[in-house]
T-cell receptor, first 114, second 115 residues
Framework: AQKVTQAQTEISVVEKEDVTLDCVYETRDTTYYLFWYKQPPSGELVFLIRRNSFDEQNEISGRYSWNFQKSTSSFNFTITASQVVDSAVYFCALHTGTASKLTFGTGTRLQVTL | EPEVTQTPSHQVTQMGQEVILRCVPISNHLYFYWYRQILGQKVEFLVSFYNNEISEKSEIFDDQFSVERPDGSNFTLKIRSTKLEDSAMYFC?????????????FGDGTRLSIL
């Protein structure tokens, strides 16, 4: 069975601070994909980033970066120089090769204040 | 950019009534999904649909629920005899393929309130 754990329930930072959101996953599949989705106060789910299990190279995309480590089953997401518009709930999600569904974590609420 | 469209944005229904939630997936996508999010909780998978049939469903998706693709563009979720605990945000999603290499794109959701 697949499982995604986001231990941080809520994080508050001041604008321009960097913030890292943690995600730990469990799966027995060797092929899988990891995602981060953003849910702003308006409620929609916005796809942010994706990583597959074969590629542990960490990347940066604008103010977003992610750290994927198979050895610790973690897929952490960092926002650099946070902005008020980053305030949202962030969900980590897992897709495995044998299932068509996404398994979501419980989400981390990020509050960025001035 | 193409979007998944869901209607209505908010549905209020009396307990015991039937409700149909509607979705228009992105046009060239082949896989369709419904997810549910009870207020303040995580997003939960309900069902996936491919080639006019259910490919996977969760334990939540019992006989009370059904899905249909009545024409070439719409994808619907029907909930029969609604219960108070069915109150939630329902998200439709679509993807070009069923593998994770292609992300699932979500609609803005339908907030279902059962009274």
């Amino acid at each position: 069975a697949q499982k995604v754990t986001q231990a941080q329930t809520e994080i508050s930072v001041v604008e321009k601070e960097d913030v890292t959101l943690d995600c730990v996953y469990e799966t027995r599949d060797t092929t899988y994909y990891l995602f981060w989705y953003k849910q702003p106060p308006s409620g929609e789910l916005v796809f942010l980033i994706r990583r597959n299990s074969f590629d542990e190279q960490n990347e940066i995309s604008g103010r977003y970066s992610w750290n994927f480590q198979k050895s610790t089953s973690s897929f952490n997401f960092t926002i650099t120089a946070s902005q008020v518009v980053d305030s949202a709930v962030y969900f980590c999600a897992l897709h495995t090769g044998t299932a068509s569904k996404l398994t979501f974590g419980t989400g981390t609420r990020l509050q960025v204040t001035l | 950019e193409p979007e998944v469209t869901q209607t209505p944005s908010h549905q209020v229904t009396q307990m015991g009534q039937e409700v149909i939630l509607r979705c228009v997936p992105i046009s060239n996508h082949l896989y369709f999904y419904w997810y549910r999010q009870i207020l303040g909780q995580k997003v939960e998978f309900l069902v996936s649909f491919y080639n006019n049939e259910i490919s996977e469903k969760s334990e939540i998706f019992d006989d009370q629920f059904s899905v249909e693709r009545p024409d070439g563009s719409n994808f619907t979720l029907k909930i029969r005899s609604t219960k108070l605990e069915d109150s939630a945000m329902y998200f439709c999603a679509s993807s070009p393929t069923g593998v994770g290499a292609q992300p699932q794109h979500f609609g803005d959701g339908t907030r279902l309130s059962i009274l």
